[in-house]
């Protein structure tokens, strides 16, 4: 197992350096050609730097033959003394010479280049549209790799290179795989057989635990059953109780309803009798106050006839007297 991380971590680490390696390569070759092919009179560039290989050692010591120079579009107002430059020459080919001097002519600036390596300056003179960029900096030896990579038959062989060598990769790391996978697969069946009898026992102990666990389960879902049913005992006894308390307070509400109703007739009864007794004073009265008036008018009758009677018996002096007399009885008996 040990053997299969080591050896799979070796053959990824080659093919990563590898790809980290070609694959810029590639794509920023394959890039500066479709913009060169697209346009013939322009020098293709990546985020305004462009790339140069250099072919001459005109710029010897600094830039050797085989370097890859990086320049940086620039305005060509700034660009002043000692700048190194790359421009197109009068046969359209880009040089990366040095400014020595600027000069001023018919009102329009020239660059005056030379060469470091060169003994002599160049023959024409630099105008602002013929400047391709500054020099930054250079990648030595590079530019050889860049110019084989540029030929099409070089790129296809690089392809199938790195495809062979990624296939090879791949069968390699499959067989030792298989070859690390079948001594695991011996290694482990001869564990197997040692630990067969621990296995039997491993099962027994596997069973018997599994009976305890389904054993404890029984058990647990007895107390649930069992609280489950005390739960139900509780909430019937619950409502066993609020029925009472509700009939009990039912019938106190009827006691207290026949209480008051008692009472209230209790009342009107003694309101009742009441009112007979006033009723029935009040018809004493009334028959009393008749009984006067009868009586007072039969005095006045007695009297209007006593008057009467003694007018008509006045020359007879006797009977005079008697009805006086009676008159007198009458009036005593009267009163």
């Known amino acids: 197992m040990k053997g299969k991380k080591w050896y799979q971590k070796i053959s990824n680490w080659i093919f990563i350096a590898v790809l980290l390696i070609l694959l810029p390569i590639l794509v920023t070759n394959l890039y500066i050609m479709f913009q060169a092919n697209n346009d013939k009179d322009k020098v293709p560039n990546i985020l305004g730097y462009k790339p140069f290989i250099v072919l001459s050692g005109s710029m010897e010591t600094e830039i050797r033959v ?63 549209k013929d400047v391709e960029g500054i020099y930054i900096t250079r990648i030595p030896g590079i530019g050889n790799i860049f110019n084989e990579l540029a030929k099409p038959t070089t790129i296809i062989i690089l392809v199938l290179g790195v495809t062979v060598i990624f296939i090879l990769l791949f069968q390699i790391s499959n067989k030792k795989l298989k070859e690390q996978e079948q001594q695991e697969f011996l290694e482990y069946k ?28 029984r058990k647990f879902q007895e107390q649930e059953r069992l609280k489950e049913e005390q739960k139900k005992e509780q909430e019937q006894e619950f409502l066993e109780y609020k029925k009472m308390k509700e009939e009990q307070r039912r019938l106190e509400e009827e006691q207290e309803f026949l209480e008051y109703k008692r009472m209230k007739e209790e009342k009107q009864r003694q309101q009742e009798r009441r009112e007979f007794l ?3 004073k009040m018809k004493e009265k009334q028959k009393n106050s008749s009984k006067e008036k009868q009586f007072s008018t039969n005095n006045n009758r007695n009297r209007n006839h006593n008057h009467k009677y003694n007018k008509s018996t006045k020359p007879n ?12 009885n009458n009036r005593h008996t009267s009163k």
């Open 190 to 217: 001869n564990q197997k057989k040692k630990q067969k009898p621990k296995k039997i026992n491993q099962k027994r102990e596997k069973e018997q635990k599994r009976q305890e666990f389904i054993n404890e389960q």
């Open 278 to 280: 006033e009723y029935k």
């Open 317 to 328: 002096g006797v009977k005079s007297y008697k009805n006086n007399k009676k008159y007198k």
């Open 66 to 128: 085989g370097d890859m120079i990086i320049t940086k579009m620039i305005d060509p107002k700034t660009l002043k003394k000692d700048d190194v430059i790359a421009f197109r020459d009068h046969e359209n080919t880009v040089t990366t010479h040095r400014i020595i001097e600027v000069l001023e002519k018919d009102g329009e600036k020239y660059f005056v280049t030379k060469g470091d390596n060169n003994d002599s300056q160049d023959e024409n003179l630099v105008e602002y």
